[in-house]
């Protein structure tokens, strides 16, 4: 179960998490969120520089049967992208939480990660759907 | 939500259980590609059980079925099925069909399990004074559809019977495993295959057979994803998407199931006028230039993005091609347009109309 759910992420009620190191936050979506699109066939990622506020989409994860916006857990510059999914989006099933991650974005407001959920509230709301 | 008599097996099989128009079926098991696949290669077995059925008989039950749909089952013999739509009399397509002729004055008719019960009053409503005795037996059956290449050879080591000489829409009534069944060479994904008409509580012992039949071939049961890549890849229209009662035959490139020779039939008046006329828009392929899906509703361009000219209606990825296909109603003077652009979440990318089907299997020599 906790790999589903590793303890050392934050999480949104969107199934975003995110990795924090330093200044920078990691972004992707969770165990949760793959498994309900099913395969993933595209994704769709904004270009490094962006600037985001948190809650802004900054792009769609796509399976056959659905199409799914990704929000911003943060505000901050986007500063490096997952070049890898864009030919290899089923990475996104198989490893969602390690090499699928999307996005990393510099910090403009660290007090933003004070409304991400921890693990354990997140497998919570998880458990609770 | 309701449930098929083959639920359990679905539960059983991994399915991966959705509300599918008030409908508990699996959209999946082993997965939406894999399931794809096994029918354009190999074959797949599907539960649609959700589909309705009716009869039609009596005397006059011939002219009844012609007055009501718009194609000619006159031209049937017995043990033939035909495909159709049925129309009111503005041309708009009340629902899709196939028509199944067991003789001049029993027929037997499977219907869109969303309009069951719509096409059933339909068909009360327009009896007039044909001697015809009507009965919704849906939940008589249920209906197992499988298909692919080794459909046919699948299907002959479960009955230890050669349907090589059962020509396509051509139907047979038999016993299956015990139980009298309607078997047709029919079906929704553009491959070879039968749809398996079956007592409601036979279709857990048929399927199981298949699938021990069929596994050590490859055979895999399949969902509701898989149905929805098949059939768009073959340009078969869904009703609901591509074809709705504010939608006419003409337009939507059914004018093949168009007999408008019949003397008379529901929508005959209007049809003719929108023929003369000329359609305003066409149910057109498109194949996106980009790895992105237009989904129904998503508004198509001009390739500037300037004018908007359709609107899409279904659209997926295609398993068989790796890209995005999607049928559209395209205003008529821009159907030759060479590069269109749809709008997808507030963004144009870049396609082209193509002919379709998008995908045809290869016929045997």
Redesign the interface.
């Given at each position: 179960m906790d790999a589903k759910f590793p303890a050392d992420l934050l999480y949104t009620k969107d199934h975003e998490w995110a990795k924090v190191q330093g200044t920078t936050a990691t972004i992707g979506i969770t165990h949760h969120a793959q498994d309900a699109l099913?395969?993933i066939?595209?994704v769709?990622l904004p270009e490094v520089g962006r600037q985001l506020k948190k809650g802004d989409t900054f792009g769609?994860v796509?399976s056959?049967?659905a199409?799914s916006?990704l929000y911003s857990p943060v505000s901050g510059k986007v500063v490096q992208v997952n070049k890898d999914l864009?030919s290899e989006p089923g990475r996104i099933n198989s490893d969602p939480y390690d090499s699928a991650w999307m996005v990393k974005v510099e910090l403009a407001n660290p007090s933003d990660l004070k409304d991400l959920l921890d693990a354990k509230a997140y497998k919570g709301l998880v458990d609770s759907l | 939500m309701k449930k098929t008599p083959l639920y359990q097996v679905h539960v059983d099989a991994g399915g991966k259980l959705v509300d599918f128009g008030g409908w508990n079926l699996p959209v999946q098991y082993s997965g939406i590609q894999a399931e794809h696949q096994a029918v354009r290669t190999r074959a797949g077995i599907f539960d649609v059980s959700h589909m309705g059925e009716v009869t039609v008989e009596g005397p006059d039950a011939e002219a009844y079925i012609n007055q009501v749909i718009t194609n000619d089952v006159t031209r049937l013999v017995d043990g033939q099925a035909l495909y159709t739509v049925m129309c009111r009399e503005d041309g708009g397509i009340v629902d899709d069909l196939i028509v199944y002729k067991r003789d001049r004055e029993r027929f037997f008719i499977c219907v869109n399990a969303a309009n069951t019960a719509k096409d059933f009053a339909w068909f009360q409503e327009n009896r007039g004074q044909f001697r015809v005795e009507l009965k919704n037996l849906s939940d008589q059956y249920c209906q197992i559809a499988l298909q692919g290449p080794l459909a046919s050879e699948i299907l002959a080591k479960l009955c230890q019977q050669d349907f090589s000489k059962l020509g396509y829409f051509h139907f047979l009534e038999m016993p299956v495993l015990g139980k009298p069944a309607l078997v047709a060479r029919t079906g929704y994904t553009g491959e070879d295959g039968f749809e398996l008409y079956l007592p409601a509580d036979h279709g857990t012992r048929v399927w199981n057979a298949l699938m021990e039949v069929g596994k050590p071939l490859g055979l895999l049961p399949c969902g509701l994803g898989a149905r929805d890549t098949l059939r768009l890849e073959a340009s078969l229209a869904l009703y609901g998407n591509d074809i709705t009662d504010e939608t006419n035959p003409l337009e939507a490139g059914l004018g093949w199931v168009v007999k408008l020779q019949k003397p008379a039939f529901n929508g005959k008046a209007k049809l003719e006028s929108v023929k003369a006329a000329g359609v305003k828009r066409k149910l057109s392929g498109i194949r996106m230039l980009e790895r992105v899906i237009p989904r129904h509703d998503y508004e198509v361009f001009t390739a500037d993005g300037t004018k908007r000219i359709g609107k899409v209606t279904s659209g997926t990825l295609s398993p068989t091609l790796d890209f995005p296909i999607a049928m559209a109603y395209i205003d008529s003077q821009h159907t030759s347009d060479a590069r269109i652009s749809v709008k997808i979440r507030d963004k144009f990318y870049p396609g082209e109309i193509t002919k379709m089907p998008f995908y045809r299997r290869k016929k045997e020599v």
């Open positions: 099913g395969e066939v595209f769709d769609a796509e056959i049967k199409v916006d864009s | -």
